[in-house]
């Protein structure tokens, strides 16, 4: 029985990891024309590295070993001390993955269920631990169900396959979208005219000086590094991003924001705000991949959505005649893309 599960998670190996990979396609749908080619390839190549980044040389992949009860910070290649690497270990069926261990093998189950008896199984909800083990358990508690309809015949790869997608079905669905860190009632909206828009930029431009880390590159870039080179210090970087955005995001929320600057004002919040969180589960990605993963397919439309808040907030005190030239009081927060377009601009001129 065990080794009929586990010859079928090799399967789920491939099939998980091909879910995630087409869901990628979402890169060619921004709402707002398609990304740059070097930046979905990047993404792409990033979903790649963590299903195949195997930190130890064991022939198991990082996320996979969490399945197996493997520490994702150990260092040894026979974490079993079976005289062999776990990867061999895992080939031969000598390694059981833990959701298996507690999960007994369900005598019967309707044909037609789609959902998952926790209790009959033995399991806590996905909403318990990480996304990586809720998925696993989700997963083999479907298998075995599937197993028991099917008059205890081996499922086939097809079978498995369907079994994986619905799993990831299932997965998606308990995990509640985040709610808006703010509505429009929350906001403290007082004044207009273009003297309440400098203060305005003034007061925001000095949260986000007050806020600043000592990064040097975008969440992005720390987390290829995270991925790609295994660089601990990428993730310290990521987690004080997060925190950053969030702390920012909190001080903007507060101050007085001018009648015509309402609506924008909580935009960029929120997408600060999601920003944070994201950064916050790239920082889990040696702990936890599929959230991780999860959160870099969710990057580049919020990414999208923060610079459609900003380009409006420019816009709108270009409408109101208010123009604040670099050097000046909240001219860094106003002008913010327009500064992030000419550093681009400048770093590809570079030879």
Not at 66 to 87: C, K, N, S
Not at 164 to 172: H, I, T
Not at 312 to 327: E, F, H, R
């Amino acid at each position: 029985m065990q080794g009929e599960i586990f010859k079928n998670w090799r399967i789920l190996s491939a099939t998980l990891f091909s879910v995630v990979l087409i869901a990628g396609a979402y890169l060619l749908a921004r709402e707002a024309g398609t990304p740059q080619a070097a930046q979905a390839s990047t993404e792409t190549a990033l979903l790649q590295a963590i299903a195949t980044k195997d930190s130890t040389g064991d022939g198991l992949p990082d996320w996979e070993k969490v399945l197996y009860g493997i520490p994702a910070d150990a260092t040894t290649t026979d974490y079993f001390h079976l005289g062999m690497t776990d990867g061999e270990a895992v080939a031969k069926g000598l390694i059981v993955p833990k959701a298996i261990a507690d999960i007994p093998v369900v005598a019967s189950a309707p044909a037609a269920s789609t959902t998952i008896d926790y209790a009959a199984v033995g399991l806590t909800p996905p909403t318990a631990g990480t996304l990586t083990d809720a998925f696993a358990k989700s997963f083999f508690a479907l298998y075995l169900s599937a197993k028991a309809a099917n008059g205890g015949v081996e499922l086939t790869a097809d079978q498995t396959s369907m079994l994986a997608d619905q799993a990831m079905a299932q997965l998606s669905q308990s995990v509640a979208p985040t709610a808006d860190f703010k509505q429009a009632t929350d906001l403290h909206v007082s004044g207009t005219g273009p003297d309440a828009l400098r203060a305005f930029a003034a007061a925001a431009e000095a949260v986000l000086k007050q806020n600043a880390t000592d990064s040097t590159m975008s969440e992005m870039g720390y987390f290829q590094a995270a991925v790609e080179n295994n660089d601990p210090s990428a993730l310290t970087h990521l987690a004080a991003l997060a925190k950053s955005y969030r702390d920012s995001a909190v001080g903007i929320a507060a101050i007085p924001v001018p009648q015509e600057l309402a609506a924008v004002d909580l935009s960029i919040v929120n997408a600060i705000v999601r920003l944070s969180e994201i950064d916050s589960d790239f920082a889990r990605v040696n702990t936890d991949p599929l959230t991780a993963m999860l959160a870099l397919e969710q990057y580049p439309q919020t990414e999208l959505t923060a610079e459609h808040a900003f380009v409006a907030l420019a816009d709108t005190y270009a409408a109101s005649g208010v123009v604040l030239k670099n050097g000046t009081p909240g001219a860094a927060f106003v002008n913010l893309m327009d500064d992030l377009g000419a550093q681009q601009q400048a770093a590809a001129a570079k030879p």
